[in-house]
């Protein structure tokens, strides 16, 4: 769950969601849960975790959502800035070393991880994972508390040239298992598809995502 921050650091809460981007030929797809917790206590079941850097720029977000959201709002105003003093759309690479800098910058302060995704004119869609100064552009990238549960599914079902379609399924399917499996992930699924020719969001229901169970086997049944 992406968390509400408190004053005191040593409080310990723990941190968690499942965020997830993914690039196909032309654009990319972002998705999140959108379950917000204060400690033990889920204090918001449908936050949106994917904030727009930019027209085409989206970033997932996870940590603190205090944390988060003020990297993504640092970020946005810089490249609104950006972009009116070159008169064009900035670059996705540009926006992740804004966030790149500002998480090594402040990585003693600040508790967030940001993947940064999007597309441009000069590398079309493009993925990069940022967390306490790394950046690395990536096919695919995920974060989160629920990450640890799907690495198997993605390793095992990621193929490199799957269309819009397959892999805004990808993605779903990835949220729905994180989702069942993780205590700290949970709500609904929000997707975002860009490329060359618009931005598309969308937000999937609990009762809507997909169920991975087996239904001779008693303890496993669909999402409630």
């Not at 931005?199 to 809507?208: H, R, S, T, V």
Request: negative net charge; proline residues 3%; aromatic residues 8%.
């Amino acid at each position: 769950m992406l968390n509400v921050r408190e004053h005191d650091r040593s409080s310990g809460l723990k941190m968690g969601t499942t965020i997830i981007a993914v690039e196909f030929d032309g654009g990319v797809v972002v998705g999140s849960d959108s379950r917000v917790s204060a400690g033990a206590s889920v204090v918001n079941r449908v936050m949106n975790k994917l904030s727009p850097l930019h027209d085409k720029i989206y970033c997932a977000l996870s940590g603190s959502a205090a944390d988060a959201q003020t990297i993504a709002e640092i970020v946005n105003y810089q490249l609104d800035v950006h972009s009116i003093e070159m008169d064009k759309d900035p670059l996705v690479c540009s926006a992740a070393t804004l966030v790149k800098n500002i998480s090594y910058k402040y990585k003693e302060e600040l508790s967030a991880h940001l993947i940064v995704a999007g597309w441009d004119k000069r590398a079309g869609g493009q993925v990069y994972a940022t967390l306490n100064g790394l950046l690395s552009r990536q096919p695919f990238a995920v974060g989160g508390s629920g990450s640890f549960y799907i690495y198997g599914f993605v390793d095992a079902e990621y193929r490199a040239d799957m269309t819009r379609q397959e892999c805004q399924e990808f993605v779903i399917n990835c949220l729905s298992l994180a989702m069942s499996r993780d205590g700290s992930s949970g709500g609904v699924a929000y997707l975002v598809t860009i490329d060359s020719e618009a931005m598309e969001e969308k937000c999937i229901l609990g009762n809507q995502l997909p169920t991975f169970y087996d239904p001779d086997i008693p303890w496993s049944h669909p999402r409630q």
